[in-house]
């Protein structure tokens, strides 16, 4: 039994040393430490030894238990090491790789252009105003000369939420909203940038969702000649010192009279070409002088104040100011396309 003991020693220590993982090395472990192992089977012959030899053989049979597990308990450790070894040579980052490149952003040619007019009219003495996107029938077409059932509100078809209250068709409900809470009922000079919706198929010129940046002036003695020269400063600060002007008669319910705002094209300098359609011109904006049923209907006396507003899409202008062929191209963030315009910054 003696002899059987210092075998299986031998035997285990042998196994410990020839491991190559924890694995190997844990089944060693249950191999020859284990309820059903040889050692267990040796001691199990000991009810035939006598009491002196008993004592004998308990003591060598923890001494091999003792030395094979010393002796796995060290290979683990060496194993475990050389895993941790192995993993970190894996994982090791090469410093002297180059790194990767962070491209940085710049702003989206609408935010630039949006920007650019906002501080041309501030250097002028406007405010900015907002308003909410979700708006009430009444500030959107009401207060605004535009009663239920007019005609007029079939040119802008609206997304309505319920029977009073719809997706803002024009930036205009800010100026309504404006002049009413302005409770002094002094001058105003503002302009109101923002997102309006309409219902329209979306197309390289059309667009359900797009910009708006509106201008309103009141105080007395405000003339249409007021009106002209700030769209003059307007056209030629966005499009150039050489672009000239005209306005032409439209119509609009908030305003009387009503213009359209055309500049020379500055493909053909006014000869007429593809893109002003002959004309030598290029529709920009609308405009005129602030109807009196509006202003009355902000509490505003229309024999004391006058004024004049004016409204344009940033979209079309952004078109014709850096030959965009296709609004869609503003909305679809296309890296490539937006990479352009990072010389305008």
């Known amino acids: 039994m003696q002899e059987r003991l210092k075998e299986l020693q031998q035997e285990a220590l042998e196994g410990v040393n020839k491991a190559t993982g924890l694995k190997q090395l844990n089944d060693i472990r249950v191999s020859y430490l284990g309820k059903k192992g040889p050692i267990t089977e040796v ?48 994982e090791t980052i090469d410093v002297t790789l180059p790194g990767r490149p962070i491209t940085q952003g710049n702003h989206h040619p609408l935010t630039s252009l949006i920007e650019e007019i906002e501080d041309l009219f ?69 302009i109101c940038p923002g997102k309006v919706y309409r219902r329209d198929n979306d197309d390289a010129t059309h667009s359900h969702q797009f910009m708006q940046i509106e201008g309103l002036v009141i105080d007395e003695n405000i003339r249409m000649s007021d009106l002209k020269g700030t769209l003059d400063v307007f056209a030629k600060k966005i499009f150039g010192e050489d672009r000239e002007i005209r306005l032409r008669p439209s119509f609009f319910p908030f305003t009387e009279p009503s213009v359209e705002m055309d500049i020379s094209c500055k493909i053909c300098g006014g000869a007429g070409c593809s893109v002003c359609k002959g004309t030598g011109w290029i529709e920009i904006l609308g405009a005129g002088m602030v109807h009196p049923n ?52």
Request: hydrophobic share 35%; no cysteine; aromatic share 8%.
């Open 122 to 190: 501030i250097g002028m003495g406007y405010t900015i105003a907002e308003g909410p996107e979700v708006e009430q029938d009444y500030y959107n077409f009401e207060a605004l000369n535009l009663p239920k059932g007019h005609p007029a509100r079939d040119m802008q078809d609206s997304f309505y939420i319920t029977e009073e209250t719809l997706l803002r068709t024009h930036t205009s409900p800010v100026q309504a909203r404006t002049m009413e809470r302005n409770e002094e009922k002094g001058p105003i000079k503002i």
């Open 43 to 90: 001691l199990k012959g000991m009810g035939k030894l006598s009491a002196e030899e008993r004592p004998v053989m308990g003591a060598l049979a923890n001494e091999v238990r003792d030395a094979i597990s010393a002796a796995i308990e060290e290979k683990q450790k060496l194993l475990e090491q050389a895993e941790i070894e192995e993993k970190l040579a894996k």
């Open 294 to 345: 509006v202003l009355e209907m902000a509490g505003y006396d229309s024999k004391k104040y006058t004024g004049f507003a004016f409204g344009m899409g940033p979209e079309r202008i952004a078109m014709l100011k850096y030959g965009v062929d296709d609004i869609r191209h503003f909305y679809t963030n296309d890296i490539r396309f937006l990479k352009q315009f990072a010389k305008h910054e």
